[in-house]
């Protein structure tokens, strides 16, 4: 009974979520922005001016009158006239592009075509993506949006052991095995789909599959787009000065014990409250409060539903009764300041467990959390275009695990916030320079973290093994296997047609891992014909 009420139920509620978008059809736009840190950089100069007050730190934007101005140029770079259809449609505009008073619509066919050598492995990459774009308006408060890409690749030895030992593409998908497959080829598919309707200029739903991101940095310790698109129903409202976002999210784990047919994973539900505050034109002030809730335990038991669970009130979340499910409750805060007309200093802290008596003691497993602060902005030295970020992280060990691992701050086996998981420092830096159709980019990664020497320890940084303290655990960062990483990478791209990004893209990549048991390197170089906005994570 309780499996046909859970799929009873969720078939009903996405129904009626449909439904009230497409009653409304007449009234719609919210255009929607895949979020990408190359494209998103773009903008600093107007969303960090001292001039506005707009909500940076939730992510993906909707197109609003901000940046609009930059985006109607960005989207136009190198532009001209061509008297060819081919022409046009190669370097000018979409491969569809449909616009009238009552509707739009657009389409492109993406292609993301790379090779490349590892000249320490001396071994050869390469990547080869077929996708598609589809995006539109209808009315002047209805959007929609989705992307699928059907991939395979070789990658280099470090990333391909990452998603060997996971069986996942970070981010992205399964990695499918077909007999006779070699360990070091992967293949895959993912779509992106979203529907997004503003009721009025102050409220937003948006339902479909997707990422989400809260922060002014590179990096979140709250919530990152690291792991792969979840299927979510988002609202959003504006009150004055105030942006509240409430968010939910069905979510699984590829390596727990099943229960039942429904589905090959188990399976567990994610709340996010988020409010940001824009004190002045200058400052803002966020809070953030997640729930990790599985839909069952080892055995299969469920409890009843906790209204608690849909309490639009922000930290309701953390009143529920819990029992067996071991809820995992966070709480966070995310600051920006701008100190400078277009730069910005901004913050994050997070809290999982904390006891205010051991707040400062340094080893005290009823304290772990994380923080960031880093400093973003556009045309430093007065070079237009010259975008920078400079960034430090750092998440003690054991943060956002837990006792029963399916509650972990997890999504097929990757965290939702920082790609390192827990227990690490890490220091980085990233400037962008944007002249005519090139785009310039060079990015530095310092990171110091602690390992586990066997797979039976558990040293706090791999945050799906169960937390079960004891007399003897420790919370220091870098605890366990000490290692380094030593990270760099710079690209240069010639953009060919700036409506879906595609461009030549030569790349260069340097990553060394070292600790007392080994000492793995790997110099890159790359070359592609890319399409598409989207952040892939190859810095980890």
Known sequence: MQKLYSLSFRKTFIVAII??????????????????????????????????????????????????HSYDSVMNVGVKDRKTWA????????LFDVKTKEYTFYADYITDLQIGRDFNDSRSTNLNTRGYQIGGTVGDKFSFYTSGFENS???????????????????????????????NSQDWSYVTAI???????????????????????????????????????????????????????????????????????????????????NITKRASFGMFNALITPEADNQGSRSGFDVNFVNPILFAS???????????????????????????????????????????????????????????????????????????????????????????YSFYGDPLAHPYGANFRELLGILNYSVGRFDIQGQLNYAKYGLDALKTDNNGKIITKPFVPSANTTTTIGQGLSTQL???????????????NLRLELGALYRQEKNDQKDSKSTMITFGLRSSFRNLYHDF
């Open 19 to 68: 439904v009230l978008f497409t009653s409304q059809l007449s009234k719609a736009q919210s255009v929607y922005l895949p979020n990408s840190y190359q494209l998103y950089q773009k903008f600093n100069s107007d969303i960090y001016s001292v001039k506005n007050s707009a909500h940076t730190s939730l992510r993906p934007f909707l197109i609003d009158s901000t940046i609009l």
């Open 87 to 94: 022409g046009r449609k190669l370097f000018n505009e979409h």
């Open 153 to 183: 690749a070789k990658f280099v030895s470090y990333y391909n052991d990452y998603i060997n030992a996971g069986g996942f593409i970070p981010g992205q998908a399964y990695a499918r095995k077909y007999t006779g497959q070699a360990r």
């Open 195 to 277: 529907l997004s309707y503003s009721v009025t200029k102050k409220l937003n739903i948006t339902l479909g599959e997707d990422k989400m991101f809260i922060g002014d940095g590179y990096r979140s310790v709250l919530l990152s787009d690291f792991a792969a698109n979840m299927p979510l129903l988002r609202l959003t409202a504006d009150l004055g000065p105030v942006r509240y976002m409430i968010a939910w999210a069905y979510i699984e784990d590829l390596k727990q014990p099943k229960f039942d047919s429904f589905g090959s994973n188990r399976r567990k539900w994610a709340l996010f409250h988020y409010i940001d505050w």
């Open 318 to 408: 953390s009143l529920g009764p819990g029992g067996y499910q071991k809820d995992n409750v966070f709480l966070g805060f995310n600051a920006k300041y701008k100190i400078f007309d277009k730069a910005a200093l901004y913050g994050q802290i997070m809290f999982d467990r904390f006891k205010g008596s051991d707040f400062f003691s340094g080893n005290s497993t009823d304290n772990t959390n994380g923080w960031q602060l880093g400093i973003r902005g556009a045309d430093i030295f007065k070079v237009k275009r010259l975008n920078y970020l400079f960034e430090y992280n750092t998440v003690k060990p054991y943060t956002y695990s837990n006792q029963q691992s399916i509650s972990s």
């Open 486 to 500: 030593y990270y760099g990478e710079g690209t240069v791209a010639y953009i060919l047609n700036p409506k879906y």
